[in-house]
């Protein structure tokens, strides 16, 4: 069973960045097409972020222009790079499969809190 281990959150003010990572028990980010997703205290949880395995990438309208989902396929780690980040982007940020693909176990996630 793949286990995805995200990491990176924390606290950060309006206006900072953040950077995450998400590390895979297998080789599974190159080969697979991966998403970003977040859950914020009473909500549901939402994609943000997806890259094809050729590299397409789309966004949340929410965070267009703000946050770069990439990949290290060598290392097989998923990133998300946040600028400009908003209070309303506090959330737990998980990694895994793009919604129409079965999702692999999901992880942990990693806490962003944006608060001045």
């Known amino acids: 069973q793949v286990q995805l281990v995200e990491s990176g959150g924390g606290l950060v003010q309006p206006g900072g960045s953040l950077r995450l990572s998400c590390v895979a028990s297998?080789?599974?980010?190159?080969?697979?097409?991966m998403a970003w997703y977040r859950q914020a205290p009473g909500k549901q949880r939402e994609l943000v972020a997806t890259?094809?395995?050729?590299?397409?990438?789309n966004y949340a309208d929410s965070v267009k222009g703000r946050f770069t989902i990439s990949r290290d396929n060598a290392e097989n780690i998923l990133y998300l790079q946040m600028n400009s980040l908003k209070p309303e982007d506090t959330a737990v940020y998980y990694c895994?499969?793009?919604?129409?693909?079965?999702?692999?176990?999901w992880g942990q996630g990693t806490q962003v809190t944006v608060s001045s």
């Open positions: 895994n499969r793009p919604r129409g693909f079965t999702p692999f176990a």
């Open positions: 297998r080789r599974i980010i190159s080969l697979n097409d």
């Open positions: 890259i094809t395995t050729s590299g397409n990438r």
